[in-house]
């Protein structure tokens, strides 16, 4: 399994945090479906259910359910979904790549076609680490110095993201918000995640190559890539 779907399927503790059923009338909709991964291991969990992966790019899955539709389309330029027409929405992992300019239409587009009831799901990863025992290695100050400089350049949200968010989607028209913060303590962490956020950095190294299963890596790995 991708190693994003698996870090935060793990993290988290299923695919999703919100109540959804079953049905034949149930649509759920990846936002960013990039490799289709989520997509995929949705549809197989609610096999009744249409699911649909939508993004800009992405990867068609080889061993995908029939239940699962994948589509190019850009939600902040808006999409073929009528309105009021889904269930679920998961938006995740796009913080780096989005313009903050484009955050309001790209959540305005997830709102008009989310039903009366239905729910949005927004799973972001922030880059600033918390260090109450000391400097991080030297992580903090080079993040202080780094990430502003990305943000400027990439014009994306670093600072202040979770504020923002909260703001903007106030602003369109939620109304039931509920702000979830996970911590990770990343070098006292579960083994698994360990073993993916070192998977993480060996794609980073060796990348492009052959794909591997955390689990195939996890059999081999000993070292821990200073987590």
Not at 175 to 187: F, L, S
Request: one cysteine or more; hydrophobic letters at 35%.
């Amino acid at each position: 399994m991708e190693q994003s779907q698996q870090f935060w399927k793990m993290l988290l503790g299923s695919n999703h945090l919100v109540p959804l059923i079953d049905s034949p009338y149930a649509v759920f909709v990846d936002a960013n479906c990039l490799a289709g991964e989520y997509v995929t291991d949705l549809a197989t969990q609610f096999p009744n259910s249409r699911v649909y992966g939508i993004g800009r790019q992405h990867n068609l899955p080889a061993n995908r359910p029939a239940n699962c539709v994948f589509g190019v389309e850009d939600p902040v330029t808006g999409t073929s979904f009528a309105s009021n027409s889904c269930h679920f929405v998961q938006s995740r992992d796009i913080s780096s790549s989005m313009r903050v300019e484009n955050w309001k239409p790209y959540l305005q587009e997830l709102y008009r076609i989310l039903d009366s009831g239905g729910w949005i799901q927004v799973l972001e990863c922030s880059v600033w680490r918390q260090y109450p025992d000391g400097e991080g290695g030297g992580y903090k100050s080079w993040s202080e110095r780094i990430f502003p400089y990305l943000a400027t350049v990439k014009g994306v949200a670093f600072s202040n993201l979770e504020h923002w968010l909260l703001q903007w989607a106030q602003d369109i028209g939620f109304i039931d918000i509920y702000p979830i913060n996970i911590q990770i303590p990343v070098g006292d962490s579960d083994s698994r995640i360990r073993t993916i956020l070192l998977y993480s950095c060996r794609l980073i190294i060796t990348s492009p190559g052959p794909y591997r299963s955390w689990e195939a890596l996890a059999a081999e790995s000993t070292g821990s890539c200073g987590i």
